[in-house]
């Protein structure tokens, strides 16, 4: 039986694959280096205050995270050339090359008792230097498709700070909708910012991929 690309390619999208966050030391130490003291990723994605964070707070995050409806690490795949002329040139004990994770995405929900609502928020973050390659955009295409297609879900939200320009114009780009603000949430730099709420309806989504309505 040969299976459709819809479910062969489930955990792929064009440039990337995801995968899940492992609770192991490799995935928490890329958690605690690359996300909890990148102060480019506190700022501009999170409210949290901006400040060098220990290695033991990786646990913490990872136990956060643990009820989202996905909680994965966005990778790059290994260079198939490079495994394959490994392979021919007699070093094929080597083991191969693992995928380089660039950042997470995870689509967060309320729990078991609001899920008859089909809402779900993503939360994304890209770390450098993959930021400016179209990671983000991409992934969050994934994460749109997955939760329509697959969960099910009826609405999809994304939120962001008024002074972070590059993601309000990628997420409005993608074709989410601004629903509202949360008025002076975020202090930054001695000023006080709004978060900004957008989100996209599941016939919202219909129309951004060209599918009719069932």
Known sequence: MAYSDFITNAYKSERLIYRAME???????????????????????????????????????????????????????????????????????????????????SLVNQGAHVQHHRNATIAINIIAPYRGKGYGGEAINWALDWGFRRAGLHRISIRTFSYNSTALHLYRKLGFVEEGRERETCLLDRKWHDTVILGMLEHEWEKVRGIESS
Do not use: H
């Not at 990872?62 to 795949?77: E, M, Q, R, T």
């Not at 090359?97 to 660039?102: A, E, G, L, W, Y």
């Open 23 to 105: 609770d192991n030391q490799e995935d928490k130490a890329w958690v605690a280096e690359f996300l909890l003291n990148d102060p480019a990723v506190t700022i501009m994605g999170t409210p949290r205050l901006a400040l060098p964070a220990p290695l033991s707070s990786a646990q913490d995050y990872l136990n956060f995270n643990k009820g989202n409806l996905l909680n994965l690490l966005i990778c790059v795949p290994p260079d198939v050339q490079d495994a394959a002329s490994e392979g021919e040139s007699g070093e094929g004990s080597r083991k191969k090359p693992k995928p380089t994770p660039v950042g997470t995405i």
